[in-house]
């Protein structure tokens, strides 16, 4: 979702199933494609976890880091309980420094992103078209040569 500075705003860009794990106090890794979403430059957006959908009233924590791994991310949290319209109208709350450390801590997660492939574009078009016609014409060439030796 995008980030308004406070709070989630916009439509979800991606939800993943349901996941689980059993391990406690280790860093137990999720892995999600999402198949593509588009993101604008410029813009912020938010990665969060969730658990507003799910009937079974469960705990869950996450891994905190106070190393500050990546620059320009804070770690925000939002006990919304069952409703989560909350996400995108109420305020999160910063996650707060740890032992009188003045940087806020981030959540441990790590996120790969990628470019999508280039499309050519209509400019391109005509040198394409020349290419494949020049191409075309020394194949042609080729094959002619071959059919008069014969």
């Keep these: 979702m995008a980030w308004d500075g406070g ?3 916009g ?3 991606y939800e993943s199933s349901q996941e689980v794990t059993f391990q406690r106090n280790v860093f137990s890794p999720f892995n999600f494609v999402t198949g593509g979403v588009n993101l604008l430059a410029g813009q912020q957006y938010v ?3 969730n658990a507003s959908n799910i009937s079974n009233n469960g705990s869950g924590s996450v891994g ?4 500050n791994p990546y620059l320009g991310g804070d ?3 939002l006990n919304n ?3 989560f319209s909350q996400v995108t109208t109420t305020n999160w709350n910063s ?3 740890r032992n009188n450390v003045s940087s806020r801590q981030d959540l441990a997660f790590k996120a790969s992103f990628s470019s999508p492939a280039a499309i050519p574009t209509p400019a391109l078009l005509p040198g394409m078209l020349a290419l494949g016609m020049n191409m075309w014409r020394k194949r042609r ?3 002619s040569a071959e059919t008069s030796q014969v």
């Design 11 to 13: 439509p979800v860009l």
């Design 7 to 9: 709070k989630a705003t």
């Design 47 to 49: 990665v969060f976890i």
């Design 81 to 83: 309980g069952p409703n």
């Design 75 to 77: 770690g925000f949290f």
């Design 95 to 97: 996650i707060p420094s």
């Design 64 to 67: 905190l880091l106070s190393s």
């Design 141 to 143: 060439a080729t094959t």
